[in-house]
């Protein structure tokens, strides 16, 4: 079984930052595709970034772009996801997302974060 374990988030400022982790608990960490979704409140959740390790590549969602980025330490088996420039709309639940090599995804419980203007 597969555990996702999301922590960081919390209260920012608008223009500051906010680190979040998602610990992942998997014995083949290294195939996954991990994500960043998050769901704002009263609407649906969307896409973040994402990063394959097996391709050394990383995507975004055209609001982020620029301003967060996703980053993963294998050894730690921990998925980053660093925040810069924190704006008001930044402000939602945001959730760790695996998808294994058999395309079986996995969803961590979700952090709060919540930016002030």
């Known amino acids: 079984q597969v555990h996702l374990v999301e922590s960081g988030g919390g209260l920012g400022q608008a223009g500051g930052s906010l680190r979040l982790s998602c610990a992942v608990s998997a014995p083949t960490f290294s195939t996954y595709t991990m994500a960043w979704f998050r769901q704002p409140p009263g609407k649906e959740r969307e896409f973040v970034a994402g990063i394959r390790w097996s391709a050394g590549r990383t995507d975004y969602a055209d609001s982020v772009k620029g301003r967060f980025t996703i980053s993963g330490d294998n050894a730690k088996k921990t998925v980053y996801l660093q925040m810069n420039s924190l704006k008001p709309e930044d402000t939602a639940v945001y959730y760790c997302?695996?998808?294994?090599?058999?395309?079986?995804?996995?969803w961590g419980q979700g952090t709060q974060v919540t930016v002030s203007s």
């Open positions: 997302h695996a998808r294994t090599y058999s395309s079986i995804e996995y």
